[in-house]
């Protein structure tokens, strides 16, 4: 049986009264934008740690958890440190300057990307109890490393562009998540 509808209770509208209170533009209203980010992306990094999903899928959050982090690093974290350079005098809505901000976010930030290790970690672990090994280079049999050397030789040298940096040219534009080399050669005399 539907139970009728009554009039709420003083109780069920202390928040809507606690709200008025509150203007609309009052920094207590308001949730910081890039620890919101954070927090986001630290629930998806939980999800890696739950154990009723198959652990490729858990693998699967920890890279999800990666990527968005680089990627907040690259764009929002870099964009406040930029602000605090030009000693822009800016507040954001819940009433923080750029510095409080960055100095926010950078102690999540370690404390994310040490969480992300600890569960990469146990989920290398339990990789290795399934039998599924990464592994390093000196761990190749001589064969494994012979078939690796061929494919870069076949398929990978021949996209590589070498680039020059010198006093007579320019620094190289170097993108973003792309896979780059760096070598400092030198002459043997």
């Not at 209770?9 to 606690?18: A, I, K, N, V």
């Amino acid at each position: 049986m539907d139970k009728p509808l009554t009039a709420p209770d003083r109780d069920d509208l202390e928040p809507l009264l606690l709200a008025e209170q509150i203007g609309m533009d009052a920094p207590e209203r308001f949730i910081n934008r890039e620890i919101s980010w954070l927090g986001f992306n630290e629930r998806v990094l939980a999800e890696a740690q739950r154990e009723q999903h198959p652990l490729l899928e858990r693998l699967r959050f920890v890279a999800i958890s990666a990527t968005n982090l680089e990627e907040f690093i690259m764009v929002r974290f870099a964009g406040l440190k930029a602000q605090v350079r030009a000693r822009m005098d800016t507040h954001s809505p819940e009433g923080l300057t750029s510095a409080q901000q960055v100095a926010m976010t950078a102690a999540r930030v370690r404390d994310l990307q040490l969480r992300q290790l600890e569960v990469w970690h146990d989920l290398r672990n339990e990789l290795k109890q399934r039998n599924i090994d990464i592994i390093d280079r000196s761990e190749l049999s001589d064969s494994e490393r012979q078939h690796l050397e061929e494919t870069f030789e076949t398929e990978w040298l021949p996209v590589l562009t070498p680039i020059s940096v010198d006093p007579s040219h320019p620094f190289p534009f170097i993108r973003n998540l792309a896979v780059s080399m760096v070598m400092e050669l030198t002459r043997q005399s």
